[in-house]
C-alpha cells in the first residue's frame, strides 16, 4: 500500500520569504501523480499544484513549484514570497495511475503560519 | 467554475442514530469519493464509486457505513448507529476520469458531531 509521510506537523515563514514543505512517499509503482493541497481554515480542500510521475520536469504554479526526487521518492513543495494567505495547512497526496486503484492517499499534514 | 457541494454544512447527531451526508458533485465526472478527517489528523479515504457501485473502500467503511447515487446528481454517505467516534470532517470528492492526472475535486465539506 502506498504511504504518505509529511515529517514536518508545523512551518513559520517571514512574509515574503520562501520556505519549503517537504514530503516523501512509498510505492512499488513507476507510474502515479502527487499532488500539494492547501487546507485554510474554512477546511476547504483546494489544490495547490500536481505532478506527473513521468514528467522529469518539476512543476511550477506561480509562487508554488514543487522539486520532485522520484528515486528519493521525495516531492517537496516551495513557496515563494509568502504571503498571510498562505497560512494553512498543507498536504501531500499521492494517486495512483490505475484507473481502478485512483483515491487519494493523504500525508498527514504541515501546518504553516506566515510572520507579517 | 464548477464545483462540489454538500450539505448541510455541519451535521449535529445523537450517538446511535442514522445521519445522511450529501453531495452534488461535477456533472460530468464519473467517479465519486468520500472522505474523512478527524479534526487534527490527516484526510483518509472511505470509498470509492463508479458505474453505480462501489469500487473501492478502506477498512473504515464499515457495514455501518454505506453510499448511494439515487439520482443523476446527487451522492449520498448514509451513517447507521453512529458513534462518538464517527465525529469528523466528511469531505466528497469527484473526478472526471481516472486515467489522466487530474485532481479530484473536494467539496467544502461536512462537519458531523456526535454527541
Known amino acids: 500500500a502506498q504511504t504518505v509521510t509529511q515529517s514536518q506537523p508545523e512551518m513559520s515563514v517571514q512574509e515574503a520569504e520562501t520556505v519549503t514543505l517537504s514530503c516523501t512517499y512509498d510505492?512499488?509503482?513507476?507510474?502515479?501523480?502527487l499532488f500539494w493541497y492547501k487546507q485554510p481554515p474554512s477546511r476547504q480542500m483546494i489544490l495547490v499544484i500536481r505532478?506527473?510521475?513521468?514528467?522529469?520536469q518539476n512543476a511550477t504554479e506561480n509562487r508554488f513549484s514543487v522539486n520532485f526526487q522520484k528515486a528519493a521518492k521525495s516531492f517537496s513543495l516551495k513557496i515563494s514570497d509568502s504571503q498571510l494567505g498562505d497560512a494553512a495547512m498543507y498536504f501531500c497526496?499521492?494517486?495512483?495511475?490505475?484507473?481502478?486503484?485512483?483515491?487519494?492517499?493523504f500525508g498527514a499534514g504541515t501546518r504553516l503560519t506566515v510572520k507579517p | 467554475e464548477p464545483e462540489v457541494t454538500q450539505t448541510p454544512s455541519h451535521q449535529v447527531t445523537q450517538m446511535g442514530q442514522e445521519v445522511i451526508l450529501r453531495c452534488v458533485p461535477i456533472?460530468?465526472?464519473?467517479?465519486f469519493y468520500w472522505y474523512r478527517q478527524i479534526l487534527g489528523q490527516k484526510v483518509e479515504f472511505l470509498v470509492s464509486?463508479?458505474?453505480?457501485?462501489?469500487?473501492?473502500k478502506s477498512e473504515i467503511f464499515d457495514d455501518r457505513f454505506s453510499v448511494e447515487r439515487p439520482d443523476g446528481s446527487n451522492f449520498t454517505l448514509k451513517i447507521r448507529s453512529t458513534k462518538l467516534e464517527d465525529s469528523a470532517m466528511y469531505f466528497c470528492?469527484?473526478?472526471?476520469?481516472?486515467?489522466?492526472?487530474?485532481?479530484?475535486?473536494f467539496g467544502p465539506g461536512t462537519r458531523l458531531t456526535v454527541t
Open positions: 497526496a499521492y494517486r495512483s495511475y490505475r484507473y481502478n486503484n485512483n483515491d487519494m492517499r
Open positions: 510505492t512499488s509503482e513507476s507510474d502515479y501523480y
Open positions: 505532478q506527473e510521475a513521468y514528467k522529469q
Open positions: 456533472s460530468n465526472h464519473l467517479y
Open positions: 464509486f463508479y458505474n453505480n457501485e462501489i469500487s473501492e
Open positions: 470528492a469527484s473526478l472526471e476520469l481516472a486515467g489522466g492526472p487530474r485532481e479530484q475535486y
